[in-house]
């Protein structure tokens, strides 16, 4: 398998790592996709994606029929592939800190089978210097391998046509490792611009965190106006009409997923937490479900009332609920709510119910995520928080009748509510 592979993609089978492979694929490379996860690697195998991903499953089914797509899970499939790409990130721990024990891991299983001359590229969100650490790492232990970081900087589900269109950030620890890298990513796109690893990993965490600190711009803004009793969203059409300093302000919403903190609290740790922006901006975007149930808790009594809860993705169209906003929401109305339902179309959860079902159940109406499916329910009058101004209701808190009155109008008889 190994000799007849042009690249591999260790952890082929997770979000960065899926698309990347099935487009090197279409553009004539035979890929192997290396991962732990087996599950998803039989979900591939078969043409299915086992996430949501535009435009990748065609793809994927067109890559194994032409036989340019095998996967694996042994380590020792990677023996002799030319050029391996990584696509396992660091992530944090409970402590908001850089936990890199997954990546020395990774690479502790790939060592007996790399080999001098092999091209490693890593693809994700790595913590500053890193890409250093692992040359010397690999060089301390016998292994010539060429190192480049070349992450990636693509919006979850829309990576077939971004990694197509965006430019390609490209560094090496030493000129050969950049050269074949960029070499490699030419397949993709003209536009590579060149730096130097730890430049490289700074302008990831960079981007990442500044989109960040945005939304936090926009959430404490829409806090403020909303506890002046002002509409934010006129507010905020009226500072972006023709006005084109102010278009980069995106509107009031759950902002997480699994890189936007993670990234932030990695660049605070770096800089031994004095990074006070990024700090304001995790406690402001954090502290928002808070801000909207102590508002509701204001005007009812919750806990004589059932919650539902529309979106449990960390973003809308989206199946991915990793560091959803939603789920911090639904911990805090646990405490405080009766009940607490919730819906979404892509998550895979079994404490999900069908949107009807929770929308008929429930006295007062949260949508967490503003998936495209929920623009023309029924919401049966039911109130409604709507902080995305997604139902055009200037983004209040409740909007419609009152929850007492939805409580009253559910429990009547459905002869008696016609």
């Not at 090197?24 to 039989?42: C, E, S």
């Not at 024990?101 to 001098?116: D, G, I, N, W, Y």
């Not at 990636?152 to 050969?176: C, D, F, K, N, Y």
């Not at 796109?189 to 990831?204: G, H, N, S």
Request: glycine fraction near 6%; hydrophobic fraction near 45%; aromatic fraction near 8%.
């Amino acid at each position: 398998m190994a000799s007849r592979s042009d690249l591999a993609v260790v952890g082929g089978a997770g979000h960065v790592g899926l698309p990347l492979s099935i487009l090197f694929a279409q553009k004539g490379k035979r890929v192997l996709i290396h991962d732990i996860n087996t599950a998803a690697l039989d979900t591939i195998s078969h043409g299915r994606l086992p996430f949501l991903e535009r435009d990748a499953e065609p793809l994927l089914k067109a890559a194994l029929a032409a036989g340019r797509v095998q996967v694996s899970d042994d380590p020792a499939s990677l023996a002799g592939i030319p050029i391996l790409i990584v696509t396992i990130g660091t992530p944090i721990d409970e402590f908001l800190n850089p936990a890199t024990k997954s990546f020395v891991q990774c690479f502790e299983r790939l060592l007996p089978h790399l080999s001098a001359g092999q091209l490693v590229v890593l693809r994700s969100t790595i913590y500053p210097g890193e890409t250093d650490w692992l040359d010397q790492y690999l060089r301390q232990r016998g292994k010539r391998l060429l190192v480049a970081y070349c992450p990636e900087r693509i919006v979850q589900g829309h990576a077939i046509e971004e990694l197509q269109s965006l430019p390609q950030i490209v560094s090496g620890t030493t000129p050969p490792a950049a050269a074949r890298a960029a070499q490699l990513f030419r397949l993709f796109t003209t536009d590579i611009v060149r730096l130097e690893p730890m430049e490289a990993e700074f302008a990831k965490l960079f981007c990442n965190a500044y989109r960040y600190i945005q939304f936090a711009a926009t959430n404490q803004f829409y806090m403020m106006a909303h506890s002046a009793g002002l509409d934010y969203y006129r507010v905020l059409a009226g500072m972006k009409t023709k006005y084109a300093r102010m278009r980069d302000l995106p509107g009031a919403g759950l902002s997480a997923g699994p890189c936007l903190l993670k990234d932030t609290m990695q660049l605070s740790a770096f800089y031994n937490n004095t990074f006070s922006l990024g700090t304001t901006a995790m406690l402001i975007n954090e502290g928002l479900p808070l801000y909207v149930v102590d508002h509701l808790a204001q005007q009812y009594d919750l806990s004589q009332l059932t919650v539902g809860l529309l979106g449990m993705a960390f973003k809308a169209e989206s199946d991915d609920p990793r560091s959803s906003l939603s789920y911090k929401l639904k911990k805090v109305l646990r405490f405080r709510a009766k009940r607490v339902l919730t819906t979404d179309p892509y998550v895979q959860d079994p404490e999900l119910r069908p949107l009807e079902e929770v929308i008929a159940q429930s006295d007062l109406l949260i949508l967490c995520i503003p998936h495209q499916v929920y623009r023309n329910i029924e919401l049966q009058g039911k109130p409604v928080v709507d902080i995305w101004n997604f139902f055009d209701r200037g983004g209040r808190i409740v909007a419609g009748q009152s929850a007492r009155q939805a409580q009253r109008a559910r429990r009547r008889p459905a002869s008696i509510r016609a």
